[in-house]
Antibody, heavy 121, light 108 residues
């Protein structure tokens, strides 16, 4: 059974750096075709794609956020970490980590439950 | 970046109706188009990938996707109470792998 779970602070202050960890099981990010993506959703708004890391360590970022985002993986721990610098209240959202597979044409087939992050002083 | 435009942003329909949601890409994405369903307070679920392939047997046959290039549709036939949700398209052709703005399907 494939599962992903996001963890990190529920509250961060403006200008701080957010670090989110995705811990997953049931697959290996060293397997060809496996990827993990971060997505966020502000309250009442649409999904926003943030970043993706692939089995071969290729990394992709949102154009508007790429100067603030870093994604990395620790294959031995089955974890993917996303850092976002200079947090602002507009970054308040639920953050999801998601698995995608090349065999699904890049479709994201297993989602974490999401973690809510509020940015406030 | 490839822009994904969904229409309508919301619609009202009755149980048993057939509804169609449209997704347009700002440039050709072949069939690298996925559809997700999201219910309130829940993470989205993959419904259809590669424009027209149902993700798994658990996706009812009343959901169907079509299209290629820049224009895509998600059709829900014989709308059921559990289908009232928000639907998103997403392109997986090239990074950043952008989403459409969503279509909320509400009960009339």
């Amino acid at each position: 059974q494939v599962t992903l779970r996001e963890s990190g602070p529920a509250l961060v202050k403006p200008t701080q750096t957010l670090t989110l960890t995705c811990t997953f099981s049931g697959f290996s990010l060293s397997t060809s075709g496996m990827c993990v993506t971060w997505i966020r959703q502000p309250p009442g708004k649409a999904l926003e794609w943030l970043a993706r890391i692939d089995w071969d360590d290729d990394k992709y970022y949102s154009t508007s956020l790429k100067t603030r985002l870093t994604i990395s993986k620790d294959t031995s721990k089955n974890q993917v970490v996303l850092t976002m610098t200079n947090m602002d209240p507009v970054d308040t959202a639920t953050y999801y980590c998601v698995r995608n597979r090349a065999s699904l044409s890049g479709g994201m087939d297993v989602w974490g439950q999401g973690t809510t992050v509020t940015v406030s002083s | 970046d490839i822009q994904m435009t969904q229409s309508p942003s919301s619609l009202s329909a009755s149980v048993g109706d057939s509804v169609t949601i449209t997704c347009r890409a700002s440039q050709s994405i072949s069939t690298f188009l996925n559809w997700y369903q999201q219910k309130p307070g829940k993470a989205p679920n993959l419904l259809i990938y590669a424009a027209s392939t149902s993700f798994q047997s658990g996706v009812p046959s009343r959901f169907s996707g079509s299209g290629s290039g820049t224009d895509f549709t998600l059709t829900i036939s014989n709308l059921q109470p559990e289908d009232f949700a928000t639907y998103y398209c997403q392109q997986s052709h090239s990074a950043p792998f952008t989403f459409g703005g969503g279509t909320k399907v509400e009960i009339k």
